[in-house]
């Protein structure tokens, strides 16, 4: 989950018949991400806050009862409340879509990114984001970059991708069925993120940097579903909520 930003790469699109033949010159690339101040490796500026040993032991503790394992709990220097806001909703997604791991929690300075998911377990918040909901909050909100309007959306969106990896990369064709059943179009894919980008965010279009075959495929957009949840989760409408609905019927949630 990149940060977003004003200088951000936008989706490139192409003729029906340029996209026919390839698909990496065609829709969106990982984004290049917002230049920050000369030097500066945190792009929210929220200061950080010392915590004592028994605050951060009580909060590695807080998120071992919600079946976590906290990585590195004496570097937090965050606010507290808002990471245990992030545990308890990441906990409950998790209970909703049945996801059987056990989840390894880190939170580290990440640079100008927010969030990051590896290996299909670990799941790595931006210490940064974590100093400030306000100030995170606002930064999200500054551009279609990413769906989530607050700062709880960072940890939807990486938990997303764990749900999205379970029950396989369908959210281009839930996509799909949840357009027509709004509008009464029949979009294709193309169209498709095309709408995603206008309606969702402009990330949720991006192309798994790491697909190698240069023809077009549906799964190749790991995005999709974290920021529409992200997106159900922070700000939801119509679509989020019809997205959602499809995907549980899909995955006989």
């Not at 590695?60 to 308890?88: H, V």
């Not at 990330?203 to 240069?214: E, F, H, K, L």
Request: include cysteine; charge should be negative.
């Amino acid at each position: 989950m990149p940060e977003p930003g004003a200088g951000a790469q936008k989706p490139v699109r192409l003729t029906r018949e340029q996209a026919a033949t390839t698909e990496q010159a065609h829709l969106p690339q990982m984004m290049a991400g917002r230049k920050t101040v000369a030097g500066s490796i945190d792009p929210i500026g929220a200061s950080p806050t010392v915590h004592t040993i028994q605050e951060l032991l009580s909060l590695a503790q807080y998120a071992r009862e919600r079946g976590f394992q906290f990585y590195n709990p004496m570097q937090f220097d965050g606010d507290i409340t808002l990471l245990m806001e992030q545990i308890d909703i990441m906990a409950s997604l998790r209970d909703e879509y049945r996801i059987p791991q056990r989840i390894v929690l880190q939170v580290s300075d990440l640079g100008a990114d927010l969030g990051k998911t590896i290996q299909r377990r670990t799941i790595i918040i931006s210490s940064t984001a974590m100093r400030s909901d306000a100030a995170t909050s606002a930064y999200l909100n500054a551009d279609n970059a990413l769906s989530s309007t607050s700062a709880i959306g960072i940890g939807v969106h990486e938990i997303g991708h764990l749900i999205a990896a379970r029950y396989g990369e369908i959210g281009l064709d839930i996509a799909r069925k949840t357009c027509y059943n709004i509008t009464g179009e029949e979009l294709d894919y193309f169209q498709t993120l095309d709408y995603l980008i206008d309606h969702v965010s402009d990330y949720s279009a991006t192309r798994n940097p790491q697909a190698t075959s240069p023809l077009f495929k549906p799964t190749h957009y790991h995005e999709i579903f974290p920021e529409v949840l992200a997106k159900h989760i922070t700000n939801p409408d119509e679509f989020t909520a019809e997205f959602i609905r499809l995907l549980k019927e899909a995955c006989n949630l």
